[in-house]
């Protein structure tokens, strides 16, 4: 099993939609949550960390579920721009472990 | 500011032939990490570096793969000999005491073809 898991979709979806991505991960001992998003030929870039009360950033929110061990992304009235693939991103501890990326979910946001 | 420094940016070469890519992270990063991206895998860490001393090297695949961080600001990821199955784009991300953030600063990315 795969320590983090996501649909790879695409999701497509129309401007103005909202969307919800889903993302598993394995160890239960992991402390720590982002998602990064990746635009088609480029480099991942923080979007943002995942706090275990939930956290919003403009049109993302982020949520998690440690019970569930699964992470959540909604994107709200969904822009052109927002397409691009969202990596679900977990490390196991605070100490010296690296991140661990899931395999993205791609995004396309059409007109 | 730089960001992230990685060359070459594309590299096309043939099976055997040693690959060498180069990284230079964010002036005052401490750590350094060499990820791996391709379709059926995603991204995987290869190795990563903590002021200089290489802390994580179990997701390197084989003994072909070597890394080394002689100093702060650079680091190179050598494959010798390189085969078809390595053809990847290679990342190099720096961070400065990467926990707090979770923030990893990518480089652009080496994108390797072996033939």
């Known amino acids: 099993r795969k320590e983090v898991e996501q649909d790879p979709g695409p999701f497509n979806v129309p401007e103005g939609a909202t969307v919800a991505f889903n993302c598993t991960y394995s160890n239960s001992a992991s402390q720590s949550f982002f998602w990064y998003r990746q635009d088609c030929r480029k480099e991942p870039k923080l979007l943002m960390s995942v706090y275990s009360s939930g956290n919003e950033d403009g049109r993302f929110t982020a949520q998690l579920n440690r019970a569930s061990q699964y992470i959540s992304l909604l994107i709200r009235d969904s822009k052109l721009s927002d397409s691009a693939t969202y990596l679900c991103v977990v490390n196991k501890d605070t100490g010296r472990r690296a991140l661990t990326f899931g395999s993205g979910t791609r995004l396309q946001v059409q007109p | 500011d730089a960001g992230v420094i990685q060359s070459p940016r594309h590299e096309v070469t043939e099976m055997g032939q040693e690959v060498t890519l180069r990284c230079k992270p964010i002036s005052g990063h401490n750590s350094l990490f060499w990820y791996r991206q391709t379709m059926m895998r995603g991204l995987e860490l290869l190795i990563y570096?903590?002021?200089?001393?290489?802390?994580?090297d179990s997701g390197m695949p084989e003994d072909r793969f070597s890394a080394k961080m002689p100093n702060a600001s650079f680091s190179t990821l050598k494959i010798q000999p390189s085969e078809p199955r390595d053809s990847a784009v290679y990342f190099c991300?720096?961070?400065?005491?990467?926990?707090?953030?979770?923030?990893?600063?990518f480089g652009e990315g080496s994108r390797l073809t072996v033939l």
């Open positions: 991300a720096s961070s400065f005491d990467w926990g707090s953030t979770g923030e990893l600063f």
């Open positions: 570096f903590n002021n200089n001393v290489p802390i994580d």
